[in-house]
């Protein structure tokens, strides 16, 4: 199939190299030239822009955009996707962006003959390099059945999530939990450690009781008591906070307009705010144990 790949960031990158293994043709652009000489390398053809992607006799376009003003810029812009996507072309934006951005310019496509999904992701870029990814899906069934098997390569789990923007819902309620329970064993981790308990003991306590979670058992925030987490290498490499940041951001932001409370979301996007404004935005997030340490090491 010929695919073409916009956005050949940390996340983009990895997954378009995992369409090529897979023996899809791909036609790439990034406004960043480096990256698209390293996938051109790879053996992808490079494009000048989103629209010569999509004049490029494409199947499918996939994006792995930062935000949703890319999102708005690259689809609906002048030298944008839907400007010039001929009838048919499958669109799939798998950026973390707002369930009602998704939906808005997912509906614009729909209403041009090109059928569209947004299939954000989890599983950070060591699961895109690995091509374990999940994939989340909103959209119609017959579409998401279309996408499966490129989807499939770039991913291990691809689930149907519901209609468009759902993908988008499930991704943010997840990153929202994430944030709160990682604050949350952060909280509780710093204090037991001020109490004066061993912070390995305490971590397998806890891994063996109830408040056990993957932030205390797969990412646990203090430093030494598991060697593969990023705690244990200076918080580098993992999740960034200013990521959780921005998908807080999402949660808050969507949550305003069903007006559904979240009252830790909401919480917890202030202490990572805070913890960004001090200088970590580019730590793993699970170094938000540092707003709970103030002088004790724990
Ligand atoms: P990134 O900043 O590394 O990559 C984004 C890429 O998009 C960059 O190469 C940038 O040059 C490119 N870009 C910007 N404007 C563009 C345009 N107009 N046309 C084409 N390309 C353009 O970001 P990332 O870490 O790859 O994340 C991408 C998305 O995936 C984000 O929405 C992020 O929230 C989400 N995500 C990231 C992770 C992670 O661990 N990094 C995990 C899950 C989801």
Request: charged share 10%; hydrophobic share 45%; aromatic share 4%.
């Amino acid at each position: 199939m010929h695919i073409g790949f916009l956005g050949l960031g940390n996340m983009g990158g990895p997954m378009a190299r995992n369409l090529l293994k897979a023996g899809h043709s791909l036609t790439v652009f990034d406004p960043f030239p480096q990256a698209v000489s390293a996938l051109v390398e790879a053996g992808a053809a490079a494009a000048a822009s989103p629209a010569a992607v999509a004049e490029a006799n494409v199947d499918v376009i996939i994006t792995m955009l930062p935000t949703a003003a890319h999102v708005k810029e690259v689809y609906l812009g002048k030298d944008g996707l839907l400007a010039h996507a001929s009838q048919g072309v499958l669109l799939i934006d798998s950026s973390t962006i707002d369930p009602l951005s998704a939906r808005a310019v997912a509906k614009l496509a729909t209403a041009q003959g090109n059928p569209m999904l947004d299939a954000p992701v989890s599983g950070g870029t060591g699961g895109a390099a690995a091509g374990t990814l999940t994939f989340m899906v909103g959209g119609s069934v017959s579409v998401y059945d279309q996408a499966l098997p490129i989807l499939s390569a770039m991913g291990k789990n691809v689930v149907h999530c519901g209609d468009s923007g759902n993908g988008q819902v499930a991704k943010i309620a997840n990153n929202m939990l994430l944030g709160i329970s990682m604050a949350g064993v952060a909280e509780a981790m710093a204090l037991g450690v001020a109490l004066g308990m061993d912070a390995k003991v305490l971590a397998g306590i806890i891994n063996a009781s109830s408040g056990r979670c993957w932030s205390s058992e797969i990412n646990n925030p203090v430093p030494g008591v598991l060697d593969s987490a990023p705690a244990s290498r200076g918080y580098s490499g993992g999740f960034g906070t200013d990521l959780m940041l921005k998908d807080l951001g999402l949660a808050t932001e969507a949550a305003k307009h069903a007006r559904q409370p979240v009252l830790l979301g909401a919480a917890t996007q202030q202490l990572y705010q805070s913890h960004s404004l001090q200088g970590y935005g580019g730590l793993d997030f699970s170094s938000i144990i540092k707003l709970y340490q103030m002088g004790n090491q724990a």
